[in-house]
């Protein structure tokens, strides 16, 4: 199986994939955010580099995809394509950080790539306000994340929310400003108990989908 978790930055997913992997047993896909060579230069000028960045985390995660289907493992992966060309890139559009030609050409490869492969067969999304992930990015004190604007996230933010009330895979949605998984066993518990209902309930997927 392939699970998927998805939200914004400092919204605590390389956190929960860490516990998720551990708990079930599952293989970890981590996102390559420290080996991006774009991130330093694309947080300094956002309308430079937004092209090259993104360019970056579509073709890494499509080769995901790929590989996580290779492997016949389950594979829980840290953050999607989904997200990149459904919030990311129309995002720094919107902004104007990227051109009306580059984002044609970025969504014209991204549906390419849709052809080719599946849905997650679960999506775990965690939903957090813009003080909770401010205070997430904050704690963990990447240099390159110190210059991120407010409304950067903010525009992330409600992307993520109207991605989410459309997206027609098996979902599962955390309140990450209330469900403290990282720090309180019981609301861990909160999050493997959607997951087991899920999964291995009275109609797990695979009869949902019969």
Same mark, same amino acid.
């Given at each position: 199986?392939?699970?998927? &978790? ?58 995901? &995809? ?64 813009? $003080? ?52 309180? $066993? ?25």
């Amino acid at each position: 199986m392939h699970i998927a &978790i998805a939200g914004n930055i400092g919204s605590g997913k390389t956190t929960l994939t860490r516990m998720l992997a551990k708990r079930y047993g599952w293989t970890p896909r981590f996102e390559s955010i420290d080996n991006n060579p774009y991130m330093d230069d694309f947080y300094a000028d956002m309308e430079r580099w937004s092209f090259n960045v993104q360019i970056y985390f579509l073709n890494k995660r499509f080769k995901d &995809i790929v590989d996580i289907h290779k492997s016949g493992e389950t594979v829980i992966q840290d953050r999607t394509i989904f997200e990149d060309a459904r919030i990311f890139a129309p995002n720094l559009h919107e902004m104007g950080m990227m051109s009306d030609r580059d984002f044609d050409n970025y969504q014209d490869l991204f549906e390419l790539m849709m052809s080719l492969v599946s849905l997650p067969d679960l999506m775990i999304y965690i939903r957090s306000s813009i $003080p909770n992930i401010v205070s997430q990015i904050e704690k963990r004190g990447r240099e390159y994340e110190k210059t991120i604007r407010i409304d950067y996230l903010q525009g992330l933010n409600k992307r993520y929310e109207d991605w989410i009330k459309t997206y027609k895979g098996h979902l599962i949605i955390v309140d990450g400003d209330n469900v403290k998984f990282e720090n309180n $066993p019981q609301d861990f518990q909160l999050v493997t108990d959607m997951i087991d209902a899920k999964l291995f309930g009275l109609f797990p997927l695979e009869e949902q989908e019969k």
